[in-house]
């Protein structure tokens, strides 16, 4: 029984190394977004400059009335968007193809989104989160700084 002791130790100590190293590393490799943190946040909100009024309006544009099913179809939803770009030469390569290109990718992540994920205010920034990301993969030329939802009705049917 001696002899085996330190075996059982050994084996013990290496079964609970591997356990924790699983525990911490599956999260970080299953390829979860993790929450951003507020200096996360803060380096984000430092991207965009702070415009004036009139210069706001210049890089701003807005999609309305959009209305679609949800993932559950038994959920509609009915929202206005607005979206602000880097300058006003991406404003208007925008403009150009918000209804050609645009629309479509916000029906399609639409179609992809539980009404859950859209009953919280965090739920709703991730939405204009992946939002914002997946509509700069479209974008010819400029940048998508942020798209806010503007005007929000979820409703059952």
């Known amino acids: 029984m001696k002899k085996m002791l330190p075996w059982l130790i050994t084996i013990l100590l290496a079964i609970t190394l591997i356990a924790g190293a699983a525990f911490v590393l599956i999260p970080a490799l299953s390829g979860k977004k993790s929450e951003a943190t507020p200096n996360a946040q803060a380096a984000q909100a430092e991207q965009l400059p702070r415009l004036s009024a009139d210069e706001l309006v210049e890089v701003s544009s807005e999609i309305t009335g959009i209305k679609t099913n ?51 205010a965090k739920g709703r920034d991730q939405f204009s989160d992946k939002l914002t990301d997946l509509i700069n993969k479209s974008l010819p030329e400029g940048h998508l700084g942020n798209a806010k939802i503007t005007d929000f009705l979820l409703a059952s049917i």
């Open 70 to 120: 949800l993932a559950d179809a038994d959920y509609i939803v009915q929202m206005n968007l607005s979206f602000q770009l880097n300058d006003a030469k991406a404003k208007e390569s925008f403009e150009k193809i918000k209804d050609i290109s645009i629309k479509p990718i916000v029906i399609q992540l639409l179609a992809d989104t539980k009404p859950d994920e859209l009953r919280t």
